[in-house]
C-alpha cells in the first residue's frame, strides 16, 4: 500500500470513527437491537433488487458515454463498472473509479485517459442532478419551525437548516455552471492557463519550491481539467446527453424508490416517498467526504441527521440507517466479486492505486 492510500486510509478511518460516534452515542445497544429484531426482512428483497437495478442502468449510461469512441456490449461495461463499485466499497481511496478504465483498457484496448474521462462525466451528471433534486425537493418540503436537531454536538434550529440548504443549493449551481464552462474550448484553455501560472504566486519563494508547486499541484490539476473536458468533448452530441439525463435521473427515482420499500419494513419510518428521496440525497452528500471503505461512519451520521428532519427518532433512524447500508453495498460486493471471477481479474492488483494509473495510462 502507497504513502497515499495510506494516508487516505487514515484520513476516512478517523472521520467514519468520528461520525459513528457522533451519530450512536445517545443510543442505547440494547434498544437498537430490538428495533432490528423488529424489522420485517421481506421488504429487503424488493428494496435490493431495486438497487440492483440502478446498477444495469449505470451500466446503459456508460456504455452510451463511450458510444462515440468505441461501441462495447452491455455484459463488457457491466462487469468494469460492478468491480469499480465492489472495489469502493472494500478499498480506500476510491480506487474502484481508476479500476474502472484500467479493466476497460485491458479487456476493450480503450485508451485509459478515455475511460477516466467517462467516469469523470458519469460523477458529473449525478452531482447536477443530485443538486437539481436537492433544490426541488426542498423547496416542497416544510420543516417544523419549532424543530431543533441536536447533532454531534451542536443544536441546529429551522433557520439554521434552511441556511444550510440554501448554502448546498448555491454550491451546487456553482459546480453546475462551472462544469458547463467545460463546454467551451476558450474557457478551458484560460482555466488551464491559470491554473499553470499558479506557482507565480509564490514569487517571493525560490525557484525549487516553485517547481514542487507545479509538479504537485498545478499539473495535477491540469490533469483532472484534461479529463473532465475530454469526457465532455465524448458528449457533445445532443442524443448521447440527453439519453444520459434520462438515465441519471432513472438511477436516483430507483435508488430513493429502494429506500422508500425498506422503510415500508421499518417500524417508524413513516416518511414518503418525497422525505426519502431527501434523506438518500444527505446521505450521498454525507459519503461525498472521506471515509473508511464502504462509507461506514458518515452513512450512518448522514441517515440519522437526515431522518431527524423529520421527526423520526434517532433509535429508528439508526436501526433503518444500519439495515439500509447493508443492503445497499453488500449485494455490490457480492456481485462485483462474481464479475471479478467471470472476468478473470485480480482484486489484489488494485491496492496501488499509482500502479492502476502507471499501467492505465
Given at each position: 500500500m502507497n504513502r497515499n492510500t495510506t494516508i487516505s486510509l487514515f484520513l476516512g478511518t478517523a472521520i467514519s470513527v468520528a461520525a459513528l460516534y457522533f451519530a450512536f452515542r445517545n443510543i442505547p445497544l440494547d434498544d437498537l437491537l430490538i428495533y432490528l429484531s423488529s424489522i420485517n426482512y421481506l421488504w429487503i428483497i424488493p428494496a435490493v433488487a431495486v438497487s440492483l437495478s440502478t446498477f444495469v442502468i449505470r451500466a446503459l449510461r456508460w456504455q452510451s458515454i463511450l458510444e462515440p469512441v468505441r461501441k462495447i456490449s452491455f455484459i463488457q461495461a457491466f462487469h468494469p463498472?460492478?468491480?469499480g463499485f465492489m472495489l469502493n466499497c472494500i478499498l480506500p481511496g476510491r480506487i474502484g473509479e481508476a479500476a474502472r478504465p484500467a479493466i476497460l483498457k485491458k479487456n476493450e484496448n480503450i485508451p485509459f485517459s478515455t475511460g477516466i474521462a467517462t467516469v469523470a462525466v458519469e460523477r458529473i451528471f449525478d452531482i447536477i442532478f443530485l443538486f437539481i433534486l436537492f433544490t426541488i425537493i426542498m423547496a416542497g418540503i416544510?420543516?417544523?419551525p419549532d424543530l431543533v436537531v441536536d447533532?454531534?454536538?451542536?443544536?441546529l434550529n429551522n433557520t439554521d437548516l434552511i441556511t444550510a440548504g440554501k448554502n448546498i443549493a448555491g454550491t451546487g449551481a456553482i459546480l453546475v455552471a462551472g462544469s458547463l464552462f467545460l463546454f467551451f474550448g476558450k474557457t478551458r484553455k484560460f482555466i488551464g492557463f491559470v491554473v499553470m501560472k499558479l506557482p507565480l504566486i509564490f514569487f517571493f519563494a525560490g525557484s525549487s519550491f516553485r517547481k514542487k508547486v507545479e509538479d504537485k499541484i498545478s499539473l495535477p490539476a491540469l490533469r483532472v481539467l484534461d479529463n473532465f473536458s475530454n469526457g465532455f468533448l465524448l458528449i457533445r452530441r445532443p442524443r448521447t446527453i440527453l439519453i444520459s439525463?434520462?438515465?441519471?435521473?432513472?438511477?436516483?427515482?430507483?435508488t430513493a424508490l429502494s429506500y422508500y420499500l425498506l422503510a415500508l419494513g421499518c417500524p417508524g419510518i413513516n416518511l414518503s416517498f418525497t422525505e426519502l428521496t431527501a434523506v438518500m440525497i444527505?446521505?450521498?452528500f454525507f459519503i461525498a467526504l472521506p471515509s473508511a471503505p464502504g462509507y461506514w461512519g458518515l452513512w450512518e451520521a448522514g441517515g440519522?441527521?437526515?431522518?431527524?428532519?423529520?421527526?423520526?427518532?434517532?433509535?429508528?433512524?439508526?436501526?433503518?440507517?444500519?439495515?439500509n447500508h447493508v443492503i445497499q453495498i453488500l449485494p455490490v460486493i457480492i456481485t462485483g466479486l462474481v464479475s471479478a471471477m467471470i472476468t478473470g481479474v485480480n482484486i489484489g492488483y488494485f491496492k496501488n492505486s499509482d500502479k492502476i494509473i502507471d499501467t492505465g495510462v
Amino acid at each position: 500500500m502507497n504513502r497515499n492510500t495510506t494516508i487516505s486510509l487514515f484520513l476516512g478511518t478517523a472521520i467514519s470513527v468520528a461520525a459513528l460516534y457522533f451519530a450512536f452515542r445517545n443510543i442505547p445497544l440494547d434498544d437498537l437491537l430490538i428495533y432490528l429484531s423488529s424489522i420485517n426482512y421481506l421488504w429487503i428483497i424488493p428494496a435490493v433488487a431495486v438497487s440492483l437495478s440502478t446498477f444495469v442502468i449505470r451500466a446503459l449510461r456508460w456504455q452510451s458515454i463511450l458510444e462515440p469512441v468505441r461501441k462495447i456490449s452491455f455484459i463488457q461495461a457491466f462487469h468494469p463498472l460492478m468491480i469499480g463499485f465492489m472495489l469502493n466499497c472494500i478499498l480506500p481511496g476510491r480506487i474502484g473509479e481508476a479500476a474502472r478504465p484500467a479493466i476497460l483498457k485491458k479487456n476493450e484496448n480503450i485508451p485509459f485517459s478515455t475511460g477516466i474521462a467517462t467516469v469523470a462525466v458519469e460523477r458529473i451528471f449525478d452531482i447536477i442532478f443530485l443538486f437539481i433534486l436537492f433544490t426541488i425537493i426542498m423547496a416542497g418540503i416544510k420543516i417544523d419551525p419549532d424543530l431543533v436537531v441536536d447533532f454531534g454536538g451542536y443544536r441546529l434550529n429551522n433557520t439554521d437548516l434552511i441556511t444550510a440548504g440554501k448554502n448546498i443549493a448555491g454550491t451546487g449551481a456553482i459546480l453546475v455552471a462551472g462544469s458547463l464552462f467545460l463546454f467551451f474550448g476558450k474557457t478551458r484553455k484560460f482555466i488551464g492557463f491559470v491554473v499553470m501560472k499558479l506557482p507565480l504566486i509564490f514569487f517571493f519563494a525560490g525557484s525549487s519550491f516553485r517547481k514542487k508547486v507545479e509538479d504537485k499541484i498545478s499539473l495535477p490539476a491540469l490533469r483532472v481539467l484534461d479529463n473532465f473536458s475530454n469526457g465532455f468533448l465524448l458528449i457533445r452530441r445532443p442524443r448521447t446527453i440527453l439519453i444520459s439525463s434520462c438515465y441519471t435521473l432513472a438511477v436516483w427515482i430507483l435508488t430513493a424508490l429502494s429506500y422508500y420499500l425498506l422503510a415500508l419494513g421499518c417500524p417508524g419510518i413513516n416518511l414518503s416517498f418525497t422525505e426519502l428521496t431527501a434523506v438518500m440525497i444527505i446521505v450521498c452528500f454525507f459519503i461525498a467526504l472521506p471515509s473508511a471503505p464502504g462509507y461506514w461512519g458518515l452513512w450512518e451520521a448522514g441517515g440519522i441527521f437526515a431522518m431527524s428532519l423529520f421527526g423520526v427518532s434517532a433509535k429508528n433512524a439508526a436501526g433503518y440507517t444500519l439495515t439500509n447500508h447493508v443492503i445497499q453495498i453488500l449485494p455490490v460486493i457480492i456481485t462485483g466479486l462474481v464479475s471479478a471471477m467471470i472476468t478473470g481479474v485480480n482484486i489484489g492488483y488494485f491496492k496501488n492505486s499509482d500502479k492502476i494509473i502507471d499501467t492505465g495510462v
